[in-house]
């Protein structure tokens, strides 16, 4: 990951107005070389998130994985079981990694967050259940689960909130959803208060796929092909960014937060995903550039970090006060027949399906790696992290 030194002092820039700067992708590979540490040394990089297509892509083109996966093959372990035990250490290490950033800014930053099995998305039992296995196998105070923002994930939310479990929210596009995500997260507060829970130790994201968002406006944009239209081709994220952040302060400016702001409980932050930036956004920086506000979070790739590292060119804040101007778009849109309610609507109901497809390819690339060092090499002699026993939810087959 070619980050120039040099040039690190444009995400110091992006820390310096409220932004942390977020490694979306962890894999192996990058926390065996210790790239992720020279991120945070270099560049400023705050905090990480796990990406199953990026995990995919390291255990098919890397060795990172293989000595854990040849002890699990050894033992038998089902593919879920190893899909598991690599998450979890993936976790582990990252969290280790960033933990002086964690202590250096009393639990603000150095946060890590993992994906749970998606297919568990419309039950926020087993959600629950899961991410609790996961925060108790991982044993760190900065690690996050990543749930889905279904209606069954709101409840799941909550409840991991209440028993002091860290959430990241994801696939959020509507201000409706957000909101209802809020909610969650105070109730969840509110549980965990009436718990005798400490609520400063409890960090909570929650995350706008704004690629995502452009993305489908863009092409619906692109059919109608009108000047008009192409006036407004990379508009729609930043609208939808802007009227969220609106959300935030609106809900940080309440009586309800300031009672749980006085029990110690900590902002949930808003994050940005999915942004590789590509056309009007502009190439690379786009994302990093138009989305920076106080208290925010922007999860980039290895290339788009390189990319803002070198490139990027701040303008100070364009999400407070902007909520008008975002309004305006949606309106603009509105009227050329596009409904970004509609827009969203079908960007929820694919969200799942698509995490599922994601995860089943992950699961193939273990599956195949299982299958290749039980084949092309000798049972280890020693065993170290015994894999987990048959009670476990690594061994469950969902």
Partial sequence: MPLAPANHGHLRQLVAEGVSPWLDGIHRGLLASGALT????????????????????ALAHGTAYRDQLLRLAHHRVSVDGALWAASVQDLRLACEELREVFESTHGYDGLVSMDLDPRLAHDAAATVTEAAELARAVGRPNALVKIPATPAGLTAIRDCIGLGI????????SVTRYTQVVDAYFDGLEIAHAADRRLA???????????RVDHEVDGLLGELGSEDAHSLLGQ??????RLLYRVYEEHLGGERWRTLRAAGARPQRLMWTDTTAVGRVGPGTGYVESLVSWGTVNAMSPGTLD?????????GDTLMGQAEAAQKVLDRLGRLGISYEA????????????????????????AEQLRMVSVSAPAPQLCPGAPPGPG?????DH
Avoid: M, N
């Fill in 38 to 57: 020279r991120l945070v040394e270099d560049t400023g990089v705050r905090g990480a998130t796990s990406d199953p297509a990026a995990l995919a892509d």
């Fill in 166 to 173: 860290g959430v990241h929210a994801t696939e959020i596009y």
């Fill in 201 to 211: 130790v409890i960090a909570s994201v929650a995350s706008l796929p704004v690629g």
């Fill in 236 to 241: 729609a994220a930043l609208a939808a960014a």
């Fill in 307 to 315: 990319q803002a590292a070198r490139h990027s060119r701040l303008r």
């Fill in 343 to 366: 827009v969203v609507r079908r960007l929820e109901t694919e969200s799942v399906p698509r995490l599922v497809d994601s995860w089943l390819l992950l699961r193939a690339s273990i």
């Fill in 392 to 396: 476990s939810a690594a061994h469950r």
